[in-house]
């Protein structure tokens, strides 16, 4: 949390053995009070917290926390308002759930969906403006990538924040994906760079200037002709390769 009092994080509880995977323990949002060393499932009502997976919360500034998950809430609500049959929310290939991002109050009430996608919208963050960013995976038509992206906790102002066009940038010109956006002030965003099947389990970490870019050689039109690039730099001395093999000392 903001003043360091609390830490939330997502949990399991353990498989049943034999069961079927929809009688299986789904992923919860759980808090964790520091001084009080109290721990809580932030959903108190068993049903509700059943509904589906619930993944990578973070604590927004109004004491909201928003959250990946495959309930698809309003997604549901519309068909039942249409009086059309629940979907099954899965993935373009029909293999997984698909993650989306929701809100809800600081005591589990108040759920709201607040994106709608096809594929995963996961790893949401706060950045300083108040805005949230997110990988987004968009695997419709020919494209099959994961970019970052950025909403209002309202649900309003979608936006591609970067890296459509940014892809080709790995070892030799090898495809990579941007994961994990974490706020770094002034305008910069950590992000994890790695493949769909990261060489050696390994990803780079790049610190990303987004305030300036919005493609790693395209500036912002208020500095077209003023930057040129890159917007990615390595955010550790640690070089990682995103080919197979060995990282250390590579390029990434």
């Known amino acids: 949390s903001y003043d360091g009092t609390r830490l939330i994080f997502a949990m399991r509880e353990p498989l049943i053995e034999g069961a079927d995977e929809e009688d299986q323990p789904t992923w919860n ?6 001084p009080s060393r109290t721990l809580r499932r932030v959903i108190q009502s068993d049903i509700v917290a059943e509904e589906g997976h619930d993944l990578a919360p973070h604590y927004l500034p109004d004491g909201r926390v928003v959250f990946s998950s495959t309930r698809q809430r309003q997604s549901r609500a519309v068909l039942l308002d249409e009086g059309k049959p629940q979907f099954a929310a899965l993935d373009e290939d029909r293999r997984e759930p698909a993650f989306v991002l929701h809100v809800m109050n600081a005591d589990g ?18 950045l300083d403006d108040g ?3 997110f990988s987004r995976w968009e695997n419709a ?6 970019n970052l992206y950025t909403v209002r906790p309202d649900g309003s102002g979608l936006e591609l924040l970067y890296g459509a066009q940014s892809h080709a940038t790995g070892t030799d010109g090898s495809a990579l994906h941007f994961l994990a956006p974490r706020s770094a002030g002034d305008g910069m965003v950590l992000s994890r760079a790695q493949p769909f099947r990261p060489a050696d389990g390994g990803g780079a ?5 987004v305030g300036n870019y919005v493609e790693n050689t395209q500036p912002t039109l208020a500095n077209a002709g003023a930057l040129t690039g890159p917007a990615q730099q390595h955010a550790t001395v640690n070089l990682v390769y995103t080919v197979d093999g060995p990282s250390p000392g590579g390029r990434y």
């Open 205 to 209: 970490l790049l610190e990303i200037d």
């Open 29 to 34: 949002i759980w808090e964790y009070e520091v």
């Open 109 to 126: 009430t108040g759920i709201r969906q607040i994106t709608f996608n096809q594929s995963h919208d996961f790893d949401p963050a706060v």
């Open 131 to 133: 805005r949230i960013v």
């Open 141 to 146: 038509g020919p494209n099959n990538e994961i």
